[in-house]
């Protein structure tokens, strides 16, 4: 048992230092002064100079700003129309064309990116053809495009969240008298706020990484943050873009540990809740 | 209506485009707007429907087609036993630590998936370049004396998929691993079986829903993989992703280009399928 018990142990941690070294090392050479990125130059650094530059680089910061206005936009619409399916999908029973929404909802998820970009595209010159929209493809075809791929995964975060919990509380206040807004609304919504607030931010993440899809139905003017990293690293390494990954790392690593306190706080609040209640009831 | 406005959405925008590449796999290309003949025309004022095979044939006569099938179906095969090979002892290491230890871990296995996979992808060509960190650290060791060609290899595509896709695999291996009765190992102890042995015969049985799971999670994105291999991969063997991009971008070929994407879904749809199965099954087993 203690051999396996050691084996085990050490595949977990050089396993996670294969997940965390190309991290590290990037961010090592981000205040590396060379420009041959991986050789360190210890006569003059550290050095900021790559973040000076990467902030002073109008086209990428223009593509940073599109990308966020993207994702904003795509998160919150795909967490609109995940929520409505995943509902439909744990709550309707066997509707009508409750297989079609089912399978349209897994779909995407598993679809390799160069066909949804491929067949998005394909969409888009359809419909300018046929009713003359959209003008083009640019910033707006690549919101649609992301909240359709977004959508699948925030529907999937929300059922197995409503599946996970007893349906007895709606029908409690339904009894009660609440109408089925007010059931969605003080009963239901509250239940799967976490889920909701976590598929938020995966389809978030999700769109503001998207290189693939982003690609077919992009553009001249839309590059987007990936798009722009993605033409100057085909062709070799460049200082800035380690700039860039440390700062975006660094950003996701503060608001994960954020998240986590508020999450760990929540249930300390709950945990002691449930002691009062019992207490009361003593 | 709940389920009518996400239904009317991903008919318009996922199922309808679907139609559309289908449609268009049976044209032939032409110089025009839109650059492909239509499959319904109107002759001496009846329909024709005209059905045209030219970009299948050409699919499965050119070599280039044909390799570029396999040899992404064996970039994926082979990239997902690696994953295995290294996701398995870690999801079995977390499921087996202290309780208060296992949400940190896991943190730590999601934790990179949430930065940016472009970036992720392009730390490696760093770390594998001729002048790269790897080459640096081997030849200051003595180890080497040459840089070895690590970037643009298979190896360096390997290396690219199991480190993006492994969080993929470790979730469905943990979440299966964690519900092991560890009694039943106990049992086969006092039975008098060795720890390799219990392993193999209680363990390994028991996760396989997980390593099934893990590995569609794996295989089926890897197979259609584009950004990986173009960064990281051989010049000169592509992958399907890399065609179907190139035939529409570069040749402007829009019917080889949906019959590539027709394909791709073929080889995929025993496994799409298989998957599908399994999340229903543990979306009912979670009721």
Not at chain 1, 126 to 154: D, R, S
Not at chain 2, 13 to 38: G, K, Q, W
Not at chain 2, 66 to 82: D, G, M, P, Q, R
Not at chain 2, 225 to 232: F, G
Request: aromatic share 10%; proline share 5%; charged share 10%.
């Amino acid at each position: 048992m203690k051999a396996r018990g050691l084996f085990t142990r050490s595949a977990l941690i050089l396993g996670l230092v294969f997940l965390y070294l190309p991290i590290v090392s990037m961010m090592v050479f981000s205040f590396n002064n060379s420009r041959l990125v991986t050789v360190w130059d210890a006569a003059h650094s550290p050095t900021l100079k790559w973040y000076v530059a990467l902030l002073s680089n109008e086209q990428i910061l223009r593509a940073a700003w599109l990308s966020i206005r993207i994702a904003l936009i795509s998160a919150s619409a795909a967490v609109v129309l995940g929520t409505l399916a995943g509902m439909a999908l744990a709550r309707l029973g066997a509707f009508r064309g409750r297989m079609l929404l089912a399978g349209m909802t897994a779909a995407p998820i598993v679809m390799p990116e160069v066909i949804t970009g491929l067949s998005l595209l394909l969409l888009f010159v359809a419909t300018e053809q046929l009713i003359g929209w959209p003008k083009g493809v640019g910033a707006v075809t690549i919101t649609l495009a992301h909240i359709t791929f977004c959508m699948a995964y925030v529907t999937v975060v929300v059922q197995s969240r409503l599946a996970g919990f007893d349906e007895a509380l709606e029908e409690a206040a339904m009894d009660l008298g609440a109408r089925p807004a007010g059931v969605f609304f003080r009963i239901t919504l509250p239940l799967i706020l976490p889920a909701i607030a976590s598929g938020w931010l995966l389809a978030f993440t999700l769109s503001w990484d998207d290189l693939v899809i982003t690609q077919f139905v992009a553009g001249p003017g839309s590059s987007t943050l990936p798009m722009v990293i993605f033409s100057k690293v085909r062709f070799g390494v460049t200082p800035d873009v380690n700039a860039l990954a440390t700062i975006m790392v660094l950003l996701v690593a503060t608001g994960i540990a954020i998240s986590t306190v508020w999450m760990r706080a929540r249930q300390r609040r709950r945990a002691r809740d449930l002691q009062l209640a019992a207490a009361a009831n003593l | 209506m709940v389920a009518g406005i996400p239904t009317l959405w991903l008919l318009v925008l996922f199922l309808i485009p679907f139609i559309i590449v289908f449609r268009i796999s049976f044209s032939e290309v032409r110089l025009a707007i839109p650059p492909y003949t239509p499959l319904l025309s109107w002759r001496h004022g009846a329909p024709l429907l005209q059905l045209h095979w030219s970009a299948y044939r050409f699919l499965f006569t050119d070599a280039l087609y044909v390799s570029s099938y396999l040899y992404s179906l064996k970039v994926a095969a082979v990239s997902t036993l690696c994953c295995l090979a290294v996701g398995y002892p870690m999801a079995y290491a977390i499921a087996r630590s202290d309780a208060a230890m296992r949400p940190v871990l896991l943190m730590l296995i999601v934790l990179p998936f949430w930065t940016s996979f472009l970036l992720r992808v392009y730390a490696w060509i760093g770390l594998l370049k001729n002048n790269g960190v790897i080459n640096n650290a081997l030849m200051y060791l003595g180890v080497i004396h040459h840089p070895l060609a690590l970037l643009q290899t298979d190896f360096a595509v390997y290396i690219g998929i199991v480190y993006s896709y492994l969080p993929f695999m470790i979730l469905p291996l943990y979440a299966n691993l964690e519900k092991h009765d560890g009694t039943l190992l106990e049992a086969a102890a006092d039975l008098g079986a060795r720890p390799v042995r219990a392993f193999v015969r209680v363990t390994l049985p028991q996760s396989f829903a997980g390593i099934v799971a893990g590995s569609l999670l794996v295989f089926i994105p890897a197979v259609g993989e584009y950004v990986i291999p173009t960064l990281l991969g051989r010049t000169d063997q592509i992958m399907i992703g890399r065609v179907l991009s190139d035939e529409f971008f570069e040749n402007r070929d829009w019917p080889v280009a949906s019959a590539v994407a027709i394909v791709i879904l073929l080889l995929l749809v025993v496994p799409i399928m298989l998957f599908q199965r399994l999340e229903r099954r543990q979306l009912e087993a979670a009721k």
